[in-house]
């Protein structure tokens, strides 16, 4: 208890002294450690909604709470520079730069400037540094920690930034550990598997970031599942870059554990070893890095609730909370260590329960096996043959993906006529026979403008509470850490933000496209 509100009074002090400490060099005070954690899309419904169906299915007592339940601190404002309602792009650097810029900036303020983050102040100031994703590592939220580009869709240039490619800042690299998806932004145009680069591109040119990260900062590569198990924390082998799929990584509800490591897995490897890697001394100092800073995003929670698919989004959530009660008991072992998770903004409009009745049927949500977009998958290529996609929808889709051997008519021709849309339109006609029957609702297929939960844990969040704007919780990162990311704007003047060659007739260049995720 003592220790407690020694850490609390410190924090608090840092917060009040912080136009004082902005003029002193950065330099963290003590060992410490931060971890950010962003459940993009992901609303209080979202958690109402898991928390019923694991109470529900599991028979667990009213009071049964989450884990996340137990370290709600408080809501945040998600609000853009340029709109009531963000995309993530404006969202994570309201946290990264603590600063509000428009719909779709990656990195940048609103005059399309690149600023500073939280993650390059700490790494100057000798931190250690991480960012796991179920994204592409080169998706919105991550890249808004480590590349300042003026819009979201330039993901090649994205790819350059996070690996420190022409990066102006020193020490590089910036990110000393990443895990996620999206290894195909980091193949040339025509990959070489023998020169060790992936198999896959998603880049216009024969920059190959593989194996420049390789060369030039000796990271360590791994793109598979026995890599990942292979690689100890005891080994302190930093840098490291581990994409395991070319985009996304999967769902949580279709994840095949043999290819893919789960989020869970990805924050405990990743904790372990930045703390193992933090305690190498450095120089002449006995010391190592006063800590680490990492951000951590379920990032696919919202992409499920962009498809209207309820069960993919919940089993992102349920996955959500493993990676909290794993951070969580990693703070219990590591008391100098603060936890803040929030979301970048809500996703879906999902609300619980609709006319007429006063009822929700979380059951429903049980025999679900696959996801929306799975699915779809699946099915559009057979749209051209009527027959064949009908026969795919009653004895395969129905059954034995979303378990309701019951559909009435029009469900089955729902997902029909979905199937010969687009790939939106085909995962809301699935999504929406699945909620229609368990009664949730959804308001878009974009996102909304409500508040998120703020949620804090370990060193010094018992002062966190209330309702926050997002470009605040950025502050609380900057605040903990003891650096000041404005320090960092003057060394990124030079930076290249446009991508070359990008086609700025297939996005609004002004603002984040509609639909953007
Ligand atoms: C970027 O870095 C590469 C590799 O170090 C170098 O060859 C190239 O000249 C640099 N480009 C610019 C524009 O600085
Ligand atoms: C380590 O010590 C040497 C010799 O005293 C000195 O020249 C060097 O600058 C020191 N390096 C660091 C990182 O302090
Ligand atoms: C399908 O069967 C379930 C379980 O017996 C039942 O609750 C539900 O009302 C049925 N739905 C339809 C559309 O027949
Ligand atoms: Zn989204």
């Not at 309201?94 to 983050?117: E, L, M, W």
């Not at 493993?322 to 969580?328: F, G, L, Q, S, Y």
């Not at 997902?415 to 949730?440: N, P």
Request: glycine share 8%; with cysteine.
């Amino acid at each position: 208890m003592l220790t407690q509100s020694i850490y609390a009074l410190a924090i608090y002090s840092l917060i009040c002294s912080r136009a004082a400490l902005a003029a002193l060099p950065a330099a963290p005070a003590r060992h410490r450690n931060l971890i950010f954690m962003v459940s993009d899309g992901f609303g209080i419904a979202g958690e109402t909604m898991a928390r019923g169906y694991i109470q529900s299915t599991h028979n667990y007592p009213l009071e049964w709470a989450s884990t996340l339940d137990d370290l709600l601190v408080g809501t945040s404002r998600t609000r853009s520079s340029d709109s009531l309602v963000t995309d993530s792009a404006a969202g994570a650097t309201a946290f990264s730069c603590a600063q509000k810029t428009y719909n779709g900036a990656i990195g940048v303020s609103h005059d399309r400037k690149p600023c500073g983050t939280v993650l390059e102040a700490a790494k100057q100031a000798g931190y250690l540094t991480g960012i796991v994703s179920t994204a592409r590592i080169t998706h919105a939220t991550p890249g808004s920690f480590a590349a300042h580009v003026v819009h979201r869709d330039m993901e090649e240039l994205i790819a350059q930034h996070m690996i420190s490619y022409n990066s102006s800042l020193t020490p590089a690299p910036t990110v000393d550990l990443m895990f996620g998806g999206g290894r195909c932004f980091f193949a040339p145009e025509t990959p070489n598997p023998a020169a060790g680069n992936p198999t896959s591109s998603c880049r216009s040119d024969q920059l190959d970031l593989w194996q420049f990260a390789q060369k030039n900062y000796g990271y360590s590569t791994i793109s598979t599942r026995s890599q990942f198990d292979e690689i100890l924390a005891a080994d302190k082998k930093l840098p490291l870059l581990g994409l395991f799929t070319n985009s996304h990584m999967s769902y949580e509800i279709d994840r095949d554990p043999a290819e893919e490591p789960s989020l869970t897995e990805m924050t405990q490897k990743a904790l372990d070893m930045l703390h193992a890697a933090s305690t190498v001394p450095r120089g002449n100092s006995t010391a190592g890095a006063p800590g680490f800073f990492i951000m951590i995003e379920g990032a696919r929670i919202d992409m499920a609730a962009h498809d209207n698919d309820p069960a993919s989004h919940l089993h992102d959530i349920i996955e959500y909370w493993n990676a909290v009660a794993a951070v969580r008991k990693f703070i219990d072992t590591h008391p100098d260590t603060l936890m803040i998770g929030t979301s970048d903004h809500e996703t879906g409009g999902l609300t619980i329960g609709y006319d007429p009745e006063y009822v929700w049927y979380p059951n429903i949500l049980t025999p679900v096996k696959s996801s929306a977009e799975v699915i779809c998958k699946e099915i559009r290529p057979l749209s051209k043959d009527h027959t064949k996609l009908v026969s795919a929808v009653v004895n395969k889709v129905l059954p034995k993906q979303l378990g309701i051997t019951n559909a009435t008519h029009e469900e089955i021709n729902d997902i029909v006529d979905g199937a010969g849309g687009s790939a939106k339109a085909c995962k809301h006609a699935v999504g929406h026979v699945v909620s229609d029957r368990a009664r949730l609702g959804w308001t878009t297929g974009g996102h909304t403008g409500v508040d998120v939960g703020l949620y804090a844990y370990g060193a010094g969040s018992g002062t966190i509470r209330g309702n926050k704007d997002n470009t605040h919780v950025g502050q609380l990162l900057a605040d903990f850490l003891n650096v000041n990311p404005e320090t960092i704007t003057p060394l990124l003047a030079h930076q290249t933000t446009v991508q070359e060659g990008f086609d700025a007739n297939t996005v609004d260049l002004n603002s984040g496209k509609p639909g953007s995720v």
